[in-house]
């Protein structure tokens, strides 16, 4: 398919203007008009995000722009956790629409109706997907307390609990991303969908989303493409399930704090499975770590769904997203079968029609592997050889298929190939 | 000796990331490229645990010189509050080492770290 130009390109810069000059230099090099741009920066860019977006906007005026700040990203040149990143797709069979919605955190429903609203395609093809972003959990700033992902004091700790249900009206504590993509694929029942929450180094204090020329902290950006180019929509995880797991005996209403676990202190009584004593706050930072690597989740639908602890707040085990059941399992990170999953995903997948991937993956697998990343590159170095691909790393990854429902999902990749 | 200034530049790149206090290319007792200002550019915070992390570097450098040419890859050492990471040059008795606060994110440092090694191999190729 000629008339198909897509192309992945980086940057290393670190002022603004030779960012957006390098990136515009070479889609121009590919005459490239894109049709829409995916842009990626991670947090080292915070200040010249406005420079940026507009520089590059003003270039490409007719072209719809989204992404967001991410941990890293890895493509066809390298893998990276400082720079600038940007997907652009130039095809005339391809319609493409983007919108957004505000206060993502305070009404979600609102924010998807704004982008329902909005989302316009007029000649709709026979493939139709969407891929949206939105910020992820921010650790709420509490009066006295500050940002803290732990606080020892169970007085303390069970009065900024009480906080929590107002965090959402001022646009700060969880990120809702599971309703979003279960309220997305309601609306959207023929599309396929794929989504990420951005995110800043993984201090869980800021996040931006792109939107054209502009940035911002609360909002849900959603890109359509209607083409009548195949697409393909798949996923797989990293973990593997434990014998080991408890039962949730009293959890907060909107199913985010736990309190007590099998009958106990829930904080204490996690511990105790790892046999830690909370003696010093900066091991139990490095616990609270150590707990990508060994989370607890529930099964749906078929699928193990983590419960990625937000903080520990005196007795209190903050969820980022809702513990849908009370029955958890222990879950086991595995870089081995983050390899062979991966691994087994891309030789499913049918090489010959595909052009460019976009994946959005979990951030705590760059954290894991660190410089080893680039062993997980060579996987897709090996399987995509001439064909672009990139790979952002946020905090949480959305799926939605026909097939097998929707799910927000931690510690997995979801791939999208067309 | 190793002196390139595109070397620097690598290490100058490093040092902007917030939580790479200093960083250098060296062997024992030996630093064998500095970052353009020097320790000028190192955050202020290394001063008072400098002199230290130095003197253990040198003992770390005993054991990349014994076992770099056996693949030794990367050795890292944590000292108070701070993480010395070492990525030895292949087939050298050189390592590019970077001090890190203890609770920085190690994983997403090492990868620029990685990228760092792999810039500063390119450069001594081309030197040869």
């Not at chain 1, 080292?44 to 420079?51: A, F, G, M, S, V």
């Not at chain 2, 994983?107 to 760092?116: D, H």
Request: proline letters at 3%; hydrophobic letters at 40%; a negative charge.
């Amino acid at each position: 398919m000629d008339d198909f130009k897509t192309s992945v390109e980086i940057s290393r810069k670190w002022k603004s203007s030779r960012v957006a000059s390098e990136i515009i230099q070479k889609f121009k090099n590919k005459n490239l008009n894109p049709k829409v741009i995916l842009l990626f920066t991670t947090i080292h860019y915070e200040k010249e995000l406005k420079n940026i977006l507009s520089s590059i906007k003003s270039e490409f005026p007719k072209s719809p722009l989204l992404g967001g700040t991410v941990s890293g990203f890895i493509t066809n040149e390298g893998c990276f956790t400082r720079g600038v990143t940007a997907l652009a797709i130039d095809y005339p069979n391809m319609e493409v629409s983007v919108a957004i919605g505000h206060n993502i955190k305070r009404n979600p429903k609102k924010a998807i109706d704004n982008c329902k609203e909005n989302l316009q395609i007029e000649k709709k093809y026979d493939n139709n997907f969407l891929l949206e972003f939105l910020p992820t959990a921010v650790i709420p700033n509490i009066p006295t307390v500050g940002q803290k992902v732990i606080i020892s004091s169970e007085k303390v700790g069970n009065n900024a609990v009480k906080l929590l249900p107002r965090m959402s009206y001022l646009n700060m504590g969880y990120d809702r991303a599971d309703e979003i993509i279960e309220q997305l694929s309601q609306e959207y029942k023929n599309h396929g969908i794929i989504g990420g929450c951005t995110m800043d180094d993984n201090k869980m204090l800021r996040s931006y989303q792109f939107f054209n020329e502009n940035f911002f902290k609360n909002s849900l950006c959603i890109l359509e493409i209607s083409s009548d180019i195949k697409y393909n929509i798949k996923g797989t995880t990293a973990f593997e399930v434990l014998d080991k797991g408890f039962e949730i005996t009293n959890i907060s209403k909107d199913k985010h704090t736990i309190k007590e676990i099998n009958n106990k202190k829930a904080k204490t009584t996690f511990l105790d499975f790892f046999n830690w004593k909370e003696t010093d706050l900066s091991d139990l930072y490095h616990f609270y770590r150590r707990i990508f690597y060994y989370p607890f989740g529930f099964q749906k639908n078929n699928k193990w769904h983590t419960c990625m602890m937000g903080g520990l707040w005196g007795e209190n085990i903050i969820l980022s997203v809702k513990a849908e059941d009370n029955n958890m399992k222990f879950l086991s990170l595995s870089t081995g079968k983050l390899l062979n999953n991966t691994k087994n995903l891309l030789e499913n997948l049918n090489k010959e029609n595909i052009h460019v991937c976009f994946s959005i993956a979990c951030e705590t697998f760059i954290e894991t592997l660190g410089d080893k990343i680039y062993s997980y590159k060579d996987l897709f170095s090996n399987y995509f050889t001439d064909i672009p691909y990139l790979i952002v790393f946020m905090a949480g990854e959305s799926i939605y298929t026909i097939d097998e429902g929707h799910h927000h999902l931690y510690e997995s990749i979801n791939l999208l190939t067309m | 000796m190793i002196m390139s200034d595109p070397i620097a530049s690598v290490l100058d790149d490093l040092l902007k990331l917030d939580d790479i206090l200093a960083c250098m290319v060296a062997r024992q007792n030996m630093i064998s490229v500095m970052p353009t200002d020097g320790t000028d550019s190192f955050k202020p915070e290394i001063n008072k645990i400098w002199d230290i992390i130095h003197r253990a570097m040198d003992d770390v450098f005993n054991v990349i010189r014994e076992y770099s040419q056996a693949g030794l890859g990367e050795m890292e050492f944590r000292l108070q509050d701070y993480e010395a990471l070492f990525y030895i040059l292949p087939d050298t008795e050189n390592a590019l080492v970077s001090i890190i606060p203890a609770l920085a994110n190690k994983g997403l440092l090492e990868v620029e770290m990685e990228n760092a090694r792999r810039q500063i191999l390119d450069l001594m190729d081309f030197k040869t």
